[in-house]
């Protein structure tokens, strides 16, 4: 067990309809990630942030998805008129700064879009 | 362009066996290279890596690191039926995201 925990695990839902995962960080992880993952590809990177600021954001992030983390530890995850491309598996991870520079994972919301 | 290169892309090996399985990246600003484990669950931690030549073992996994030749190998001896998982190669940038590549799916057949 990680500590990190997302919820849903499983969400579906019908094209068009907006959805929201959440992300809980270990306790005094003050970094937070998102990445997706469909089948057969390795996680990829969408958006971090330190504390409440989001720092970074791929270009695989359209403007349909937006990330908030207001306090500083859980974060979510919106996805507005979904399409059935954003199917995938979301994952969540988090580390400390200036700690060793793994990254733990949650278990993940999979995300069916139909 | 940052790339992470598996190799191979899956396996199946009897229990006993011993596998290595291949990572080359180019990615600007490497910090470190993470191994990962992943079952039907998200990914595990395995090692992480920074320097060149040094092995990191734990039990029968161990891994390099080139820093020159930009690869990293990881090695299983004496497989068994619980190593059956997807095995994730990534390198952590100077931006602090882990750049995944597509993984080696390794199948033990007992």
């Known amino acids: 067990d990680t500590g990190v925990s997302q919820d849903p695990r499983h969400k579906i839902t019908k094209r068009g309809q907006n959805v929201t995962f959440r992300c809980d960080p270990i306790?005094?992880?003050?970094?937070l990630y998102w990445y997706r993952q469909t089948l057969g590809q390795g996680p990829e990177f969408l958006t971090y942030?330190?504390?409440?600021?989001?720092?970074?954001k791929s270009r695989l992030l359209s403007d349909r998805f937006s990330a908030e983390r207001p306090k500083g530890s859980f974060s979510t995850l919106e996805i507005q008129r979904t399409e059935q491309g954003d199917s995938a598996m979301y994952l969540c991870?988090?580390?400390?700064?200036?700690?060793?520079?793994?990254?733990?994972f949650g278990p993940g919301t999979r995300l069916t879009v139909t | 362009e940052d790339k992470v290169v598996q190799s191979p892309l899956s396996l199946v090996v009897h229990e006993g066996d011993t596998v290595t399985l291949n990572c080359s990246y180019e990615v600007t600003n490497f910090r470190s290279l993470l191994w990962y484990k992943q079952e039907k669950k998200a990914p595990t931690f395995l090692f992480m890596l920074?320097?060149?030549?040094i092995e990191k073992k734990s039990g029968r996994l161990s891994s390099i690191l080139d820093k020159k030749e930009l690869f990293s190998i990881l090695n299983i001896t004496a497989t068994q039926t619980g190593d059956s998982a997807i095995y994730l190669c990534a390198p952590q940038t100077g931006a602090n995201n882990l750049f995944f590549g597509t993984g080696t799916r390794l199948t033990v057949i007992p």
């Open positions: 991870a988090s580390r400390r700064t200036g700690g060793r520079d793994e990254q733990y």
């Open positions: 942030f330190q504390n409440e600021a989001q720092l970074e």
């Open positions: 306790s005094e992880h003050n970094r």
């Open positions: 920074t320097s060149s030549g």
